[in-house]
């Protein structure tokens, strides 16, 4: 999970802000419904940008309640309910199940392994709900895996698999007349969140040897920055655009927020880190 996907707060009205909270709170109540308080834990910010898409495309009945908060009883929370709901916090659970195993295959980390069996019977049951994109899933991480192993160097090549992944996941029917936009859309937006995520571990990953796909460009290329932020937004204008084709009155201005502020919250951070340190690591160490 990447939870790039998130809100400019400072941006929100504070209506907006009640909207997007009942929202992310309301997830976290079918997480915990779902599969206990490990379930809540995994709660990502892009299945909240998920719920209020497909709520706002598809204007499901919705029933919003203020309760208390199962992690911080003292507080109380407005929290939306609604079929939508159900299915964002499923894919809440099958993306975190393959992405906790995947970190156990790969770094052998035990705290992901039993993080994973903990939401194991739950993960069952949203496999055989949703095969489609369950197998959205596995495709990925074995085209990924396969990618990873032969060192492949070219940015989009590697980043289109998170997004074919994600434009499967936001459709929420098999057959509906949106999908080929939402397909678009996700799959933008997923190339998006691989390439912020490479650049988020591209100090990591060069010290450790890891691999990241941006390593070779920010080893030869002089205007890296120049050429990631045009690349990162060629992505998102992509993205907005296929959402401003789509008949979304309800949560447009979250939507919105996200999609044209937001995203960028992560992006801004880590670029005004490195550029205080002013000094890069030795470009020859592994």
Known sequence: MFGYIRPDKNSLT?????????????????????????????????????????????????????????????????????????????????????????????????????????????????????????????????????????????????????????GEILCLNDNDYWNDSLKSMGYSLGKFIYVMDAYDDLIRDMKSGNYNVLIDNYLNSPSFEVSLRQYLKSQMADAAAEFERLPVIKNAPVIRNILYSGVWIKYDYINSKRSKSRKKPDRTEK
């Open 14 to 166: 504070d209506e907006e802000k009640e909207i997007y909270i009942s929202y992310y709170c309301g997830i976290c109540r079918k997480l915990r419904a779902i599969s206990g308080l490990k379930g809540q834990m995994l709660l990502n910010f892009d299945v909240t940008f998920l719920a209020l898409l497909l709520a706002g495309l598809y204007e499901p009945d919705e029933m919003t309640e203020v309760r208390r908060c199962n992690i911080n009883p003292l507080l109380k929370r407005r929290m939306t309910d609604s079929p939508i709901m159900d299915y964002a916090a499923s894919m809440n659970i099958l993306l975190s199940y393959y992405s906790l195993m995947d970190k156990y295959i790969d770094d052998g980390s035990r705290i992901s392994r039993n993080m994973a069996k903990s939401i194991r019977a739950s993960a069952d049951k949203v496999f055989s709900k949703y095969p489609r994109q369950t197998a959205a899933v596995n495709n990925f991480i074995k085209n990924q895996r396969e990618a990873e192993e032969r060192c492949e160097k070219g940015i989009s090549a590697v980043a289109s698999l998170t997004g074919i992944m994600l």
